[in-house]
Nanobody
Framework: QVRLVESGGGSVQAGGSLRLSCAAS???????????LAWFRQAPGKEREGVAA???????KYADSVKGRFTIDRDNAKNTLSLQMDSLKTEDTAMYYC????????????????????WGQGTQVTVSS
């Protein structure tokens, strides 16, 4: 139903900024604005973790490690999701994935991967000191 393609990753020095984008292709009969969305990341040797999420009403959730530095936003008219990343740290280095879910599992956190049935292929972010 949904195809997700991330872009915007790259290499940056600590303290710098990057903006990730996720473009969605939605099958006919489905509405992008009804999906809840998130950014996850996975560093080498570590588990995938939730970074930021936004529901269909625009309410947001952030991991403690990125609060005040990252901003998630969605544009339902353009079927896009973005992640503005400021004050980047070396520990932000990871592959970043966008994800979309259609049915909330209310007993699970928005950062639980089981909430999401659609995933992008990822975009690499590397922060150097």
């Amino acid at each position: 139903q949904v195809r997700l393609v991330e872009s915007g990753g790259g290499s940056v020095q600590a303290g710098g900024s990057l903006r990730l984008s996720c473009a969605a292709s939605v099958a006919s009969g489905y509405t992008y604005s009804n999906y809840f969305l998130a950014w996850f990341r996975q560093a080498p040797g570590k588990e995938r973790e939730g970074v930021a999420a936004i529901d269909s009403d625009g309410r947001t959730k952030y991991a403690d490690s990125v609060k005040g530095r990252f901003t998630i936003d969605r544009d339902n008219a353009k079927n896009t999701l973005s992640l503005q990343m400021d004050s980047l740290k070396t520990e932000d280095t990871a592959m970043y994935y966008c994800a979309a879910g259609s049915r909330r599992l209310l007993d699970l956190s928005l950062f639980n991967q089981r909430q999401y049935n659609y995933w992008g292929q990822g975009t690499q972010v590397t922060v150097s000191s």
